[in-house]
C-alpha cells in the first residue's frame, strides 16, 4: 500500500495487467486499517482503495484462530502480515504483491511472492 501510495511504476503496470486480464485485486480490511490515515495527505491511496475494481475481505472467526494458530507456529507476532497470509492461502495460494517478503516466508513459505 505504500507503493500505491507513492504511485510506484512497478505497482500500477502491475494492477494494469491484472485489470487487463481481469484479475481480481484482493485486500484484507486489516491492511487498510494499517495503512489508511486521516487527513488528505495519502490521495494516491484513497482513489486506489475506492476502485470498484478492488475486492475486500474481512477477519471472521475462522480466520482469526487459522491467524492466531500459523503466528504460534511460526513464532511470528505480526497479525496483518498473518491475514495476508491466510488470505492468500484461501485463495488457492493466490500471489501476494509485498515489499516485506522475508516475514511472509516466514509465516508460509508455499506463498507466491511478488516482490515490489
Known sequence: MI???RRSPQLQELFRQARARTVA???PTVVVAQVVRSGGRQANLRRF???SYLSFVGLDYPAAL???ALLGD???ADVVD?????CARR????P???????????LDPTLPLIVV
Request: glycine share 8%.
Open 49 to 51: 482503495l475506492a476502485d
Open 74 to 76: 511460526s513464532g511470528t
Open 96 to 106: 501476494v504483491v509485498t515489499s516485506d517478503p522475508e516475514d511472509l516466508a516466514k
Open 66 to 68: 487459522e491467524i492466531g
Open 25 to 27: 485485486i484482493v485486500v
Open 91 to 94: 485463495l488457492n495460494h493466490c
Open 3 to 5: 507503493g500505491v501510495d
Open 82 to 86: 498473518a491475514c495476508v497470509a491466510v
